[in-house]
């Protein structure tokens, strides 16, 4: 099992970002908006950062973040949850 897999074990909604990411504070503030509290993993403050971006490229999320994952699912990054919000499926997916 990898260290990611475990990260959103049990976890309704999961992030993956960076503190300095313009567009993870983006997506994070889009899920705050629909008054989810998600799990935020700010990969450029764990010492295991590297490991995770990197099992996250591996699972195809490129760029590494922001990453979404919903009831333990790999929603996307960026462009998808965007894709999704405009189409107004990502409030549903949220249980919204």
Do not use: W
Not at 9 to 26: D, G, L, N, R
Not at 56 to 75: E, T
Request: glycine content about 8%.
């Amino acid at each position: 099992m990898t260290t990611v897999t475990r990260a959103v074990a049990e976890k309704p909604v999961v992030i993956f970002s960076k503190s300095s990411c313009c567009m993870s504070h983006t997506i994070k503030a889009l899920i705050y908006s629909f008054g989810i509290n998600p799990t935020v993993y700010e990969l450029d403050e764990y010492t295991n950062g590297k490991q995770l971006e990197q099992e996250l490229k591996a699972l195809g999320c490129k760029p590494s973040v922001p990453v979404v994952f919903i009831g333990q699912d790999l929603i996307g990054g960026p462009n998808e949850i965007m894709q999704l919000h405009l189409k107004r499926k990502l409030a549903t997916l949220l249980g919204r």
